[in-house]
T-cell receptor, first 114, second 112 residues
Framework: KAGVTQTPRYLIKTRGQQVTLSCSPI?????VSWYQQTPGQGLQFLFE???????NKGNFPGRFSGRQFSNSRSEMNVSTLELGDSALYLC?????????????FGEGSRLTVL | TQLLEQSPQFLSIQEGENLTVYCNSS?????LQWYRQEPGEGPVLLVT?????EVKKLKRLTFQFGDARKDSSLHITAAQPGDTGLYLC????????????FGQGTELSVKP
């Protein structure tokens, strides 16, 4: 069974640009959540989608957005990039709709903002 | 302020030693998970504890959920170099499905 796939794995952007990250969950998983991981803050919750609906959102500015498609694939977008947005962005899918906290993570997309 | 305090942040030990990692909060969690993350990879789920006072064993790893569901510990017996990695505790608050609160992580290094 294929795992969670995230693309791209690495990317470099400059301040002010925007970026779109993609996530394909494990087949059959309808819940997809996104986390930002930095050395200083650790893993922080961005948002969670279930059946194309955003069910939960973390404390991030409106520059961070996401969506989920009918096939459960998800994308997140960050507009007007800032240096502090440099991080590993992790996508995770869940077979239980996230109700038990058991998540299956992808390898992440490492974003560097210059 | 970190909702889930994890300690210690860094741990360097010799092969064969025992260790314990702690995760504490003032909040009550419906469940708590422990993950392990290696460089360049995403976190991998080790265990989920759901019931207050629950103890789960996974080979040399023992996980405990506090009676009040506010804290947890991970104990590794006879650590091996293959145990090296970042250990993360994560809690799920009631009615917050899909939103895990992560601790800062414990960077464990086991030297041969």
């Amino acid at each position: 069974k294929a795992g969670v796939t995230q693309t791209p794995r690495y990317l470099i952007k400059t301040r002010g640009q925007q970026v779109t990250l993609s996530c394909s969950p494990i087949s059959g998983h309808r819940s997809v959540s996104w986390y930002q991981q930095t050395p200083g803050q650790g893993l922080q919750f961005l948002f969670e989608y279930f059946s194309e609906t955003q069910r939960n959102k973390g404390n991030f500015p409106g520059r961070f957005s996401g969506r989920q498609f009918s096939n459960s694939r998800s994308e997140m977008n960050v507009s007007t990039l800032e240096l502090g947005d440099s991080a590993l962005y992790l996508c995770a899918s869940s077979p239980t709709g996230g109700s038990t906290g058991e998540l299956f993570f992808g390898e992440g997309s490492r974003l560097t903002v210059l | 302020t970190q909702l889930l305090e994890q300690s210690p942040q860094f741990l360097s030990i010799q092969e064969g030693e025992n260790l314990t990692v702690y995760c504490n909060s003032s909040s009550v969690f419906s469940s708590l998970q422990w993950y392990r993350q290696e460089p360049g990879e995403g976190p991998v789920l080790l265990v989920t504890v759901v019931t207050g006072g629950e103890v789960k064993k996974l080979k040399r790893l023992t996980f405990q959920f506090g009676d009040a569901r506010k804290d947890s510990s991970l104990h590794i017996t006879a650590a091996q170099p293959g145990d090296t990695g970042l250990y993360l505790c994560a809690g799920l608050l009631y009615n917050q499905g899909g939103k895990l609160i992560f601790g800062q992580g414990t960077e464990l290094s086991v030297k041969p």
